[in-house]
């Protein structure tokens, strides 16, 4: 791909649209807007530019389109793909700064939000009126725009759903610098293609979202959490399918294990309520009175015991919940300071699926000698397991990580599984997408980035196999 | 061995509302064990798991408060106690811990009672200390760790705002556990199981030795509660040096100069 690379020019237009203080060239720009939570790929911009309003990106937009300047829109760079890595230079839209809350539409239950907003900023403002937006992901500090870019999902994707269904309408700004809107805040929609559906999920290669509109729902009153301890990790995971069998309509249903649990406590400070079993299963259940979750619980309780489960703990207060879920919370960044580097695979497969696959990737640490960790969202089939670098040499690294990822992704195309449950193809997972895709279905990706940008300049290089 | 522990069922919610007569007001919402006396209870059953000992719960309250001694028998206490009377009703902090003492008395011959250092709907940390004055036998306030569990004694570190103090008490003895002393165990569904037909004793006012009405509840009560307001903090200092003669002219003068005298 031939981008034109900036010049004086180029930067004076930014600095008209958007003043001197918004736009960062060369040694201006700081280090961290090189990469994001994938360390590997590390790619400077050309220029880093904050805008704050969709005109200022439709103005960039239109600019870069007719200058052939490939760009780069960002959030908070949490991603673990490499997403919002400007890797053929140009310009990166900074958008984290276009971070207001708009309205809060009661009567059709939405929230209208700019790209920037945070997500713990949604919880804390919906849930302060008693409403409610379900999806969850971990990394609370990510922006929305980048929750619906990737389709996150997180942990009450279970009985909620996942980022998609709780995106009504976006407006975009095109590549070509038009500004269009998708989608609103109807209910229901059969309007020609979703345009908003394939933007949710195109890691910013289609459009730059400038503004959503969230749907809420009304807040569950209460919430009670499960912690089900097991001999092993097989014994858990096998009970995942007997529960979703159930039809008790839990929440989220989490697994770890003690070692996993055991860094989280290290990296915290703080204890776990319970540490004697090696592996465990975290349930939630929400509801609106104590009575219907009881009924609800009590039976998975009994299903739990039959299945082998030491115990089942029930956590009904605000500050066990606390102690169970922030050590939850902390397991990415716990295991992350527990060796030098590390990658992660994120498949999704069928839940029956899910202890084949836990087994199958526990069995190659031995294998392939290196260290392997897993947790993850049991209920939704989507795991995280991650390989570990630790005093591994580079060369060493790279090797071992790709034979373990091959073996990890093929498996999960043998399970009919997807190459990515939330976190993207980005440029990491690439060479895994083009393996799980025929042709025609890549043909058809590559028709559609077309039809949304002709030239190729938004995100280039993400998620669409050349 | 045998451990008392005294637990309250408290609000679910942080916002905590009184009636025009100051009285708490709890029905219609959320309830819960205070969380500092899941602190106290954690605490009795590490010494029961390490030393061997009974545990009993306790708790002063209307009749829907035994979902706070159910929680208990689920993190593994032995037996349970509700003290409940209408005559009970409106009691302030004196008038708890004399019924309390009286219930406690009921109990056994404890050697030990833990309490957790404060409710979260009261935040007096006043009831402990004041049942061990009825009980004539020492307290420990704000223990933060226990160091030793022996055969007739107990040595704990107890937290003070500048200072940390490591006592030994001899049994029976009182102590008020902080926050963090151990973390609490999460209620066990088994023992749910094994307990919810496990009988609670309740004690009324004609159980206890004392049956002075004038002692309990609101009668019993000197002190009323004219508002509820968090109080301002003020932690300055000044450290001043001098002889006795100086240091007491300038204390004085200090107290005029703020009106105290």
């Known amino acids: ?466 | 061995m045998e451990i008392v522990v005294c637990i309250k069922q408290v609000p679910g919610t942080t916002e905590v509302k009184v009636d025009e007569k100051g009285n708490l007001i709890r029905d219609g919402i959320d309830s819960k064990m205070n969380p500092y006396d899941l602190y106290a209870v954690e605490t009795a059953l590490k010494i029961k798991e390490e030393k061997g000992a009974k545990v009993n719960v306790i708790t002063m309250g209307p009749p829907q408060s035994e979902a706070v001694l159910r929680e208990a028998f689920m993190m593994g206490a032995d037996d349970a106690y509700l003290l409940t009377d209408r005559k009970f009703a409106g009691a302030d902090v004196l008038a708890t811990s004399y019924a309390l003492y009286q219930g406690v008395l009921k109990t056994g011959k404890p050697q030990l009672i833990i309490c957790g250092k404060q409710t979260t709907d009261g935040d007096t940390a006043q009831v402990g200390p004041e049942m061990a004055e009825y009980l004539g036998i020492p307290h420990v306030a704000n223990v933060k760790k226990i160091h030793e569990v022996k055969e007739n004694s107990i040595v704990v570190e107890m937290d003070m705002p500048t200072t940390m103090e490591i006592v030994e008490v001899q049994f029976p003895c009182l102590v008020t556990v902080e926050k963090g002393i151990f973390q609490p165990r999460l209620p066990s569904y088994k023992r749910k199981k094994q307990t919810v037909n496990k009988e609670i004793v309740k004690f009324s006012l004609k159980d206890f030795e004392d049956q002075d009405e004038k002692q309990y509840g609101s009668s019993g009560s000197p002190t009323q509660v004219e508002r509820i307001f968090p109080p301002d903090v003020n932690t300055d200092k000044e450290m001043w040096e001098g002889s006795g003669e100086e240091l007491g002219d300038k204390l004085f003068k200090k107290l005029a100069d703020l009106k105290f005298v």
């Open chain 1, 1 to 466: 791909m031939n981008f034109k690379k900036i010049d004086d020019k180029d930067v004076q237009f930014l600095i008209s649209v958007l003043g001197e203080d918004r736009v960062f060239v060369g040694e201006a720009i700081n280090e961290d807007f090189s990469h994001d939570e994938l360390a590997s790929v590390k790619v400077m911009p050309e220029a880093l530019v904050e805008v704050k309003s969709t005109e200022e990106v439709s103005k960039i937009m239109k600019y870069a389109h007719e200058n052939n300047i490939p760009v780069t829109p960002r959030g908070q760079g949490t991603g673990l793909v490499g997403g919002s890595v400007a890797l053929h230079g140009g310009i990166m839209l900074n958008l984290s700064k276009m971070n207001n809350i708009l309205e809060l539409d009661e009567e059709n239950l939405t929230l209208t939000v700019e790209p920037g907003v945070l997500l713990m900023e949604i919880s804390k403002y919906v849930e302060a009126k008693d409403l409610f937006y379900p999806p969850d992901p971990g990394e609370k500090s990510a922006t929305i725009a980048g929750n619906i870019n990737t389709n996150a999902g997180g942990m009450r994707a279970v009985k909620y759903g996942v980022t998609r269904d709780y995106v009504r309408g976006l407006e975009l700004v095109l590549p070509t610098g038009e500004v269009i809107e998708v989608g609103g805040k109807v209910v229901k929609n059969s309007s020609g293609y979703s345009l908003k559906d394939l933007v949710v999920g195109s890691e910013g290669t289609l459009a730059v979202v400038t503004k959503a509109i969230l749907k809420l729902i009304p807040r569950p009153v209460k919430t009670i959490s499960l912690l089900v301890p097991f001999n092993s990790l097989e014994e858990a995971i096998e009970t995942v399918p007997k529960v979703i069998k159930s039809k008790s309509a839990p929440v989220a249903i989490e697994y770890m294990v003690r070692d996993t649990i055991l860094s989280a406590e290290e990296f915290l400070g703080k204890p776990f309520p319970d540490k004697s079993a090696d592996a465990y299963l975290l349930l939630s259940f929400d509801g609106n009175t104590k009575e219907e979750i009881e009924k609800a619980y009590e039976k998975v309780c009994e299903l739990c015991l039959e299945a082998g489960a030491l115990d089942v703990y029930i956590s009904e207060t605000q500050e066990r919940h606390e102690a169970i879920w922030s050590a939850r919370g902390a397991f990415l960044e716990a295991i992350k300071a527990s060796t030098t580097e590390m990658d992660e695979c994120d498949v999704v497969v069928p839940r029956n699926k899910i202890a084949e696959f836990v087994k199958y990737s526990n069995d190659l640490q031995k294998q392939f000698d290196i260290r392997i960790k897993s947790f993850g969202h049991a209920g939704d089939g989507n795991l995280h397991i991650y390989v570990l670098k630790d005093a591994l040499d580079e060369a060493t690294w790279e090797k071992k990580l790709s034979d373990v990822f091959d073996c990890m992704y093929s498996k999960a195309r043998e399970l009919r599984g997807q190459v990515s449950g939330e976190h993207g193809i980005g440029i990491a997972k690439k060479p895994y997408l083009k393996e799980s895709f025929t042709e025609e279905q890549h043909q058809i990706m590559r028709g559609i980035k077309a039809a949304f940008d002709p030239k190729g300049i938004l995100n280039p290089g993400k998620v669409v196999i050349n």
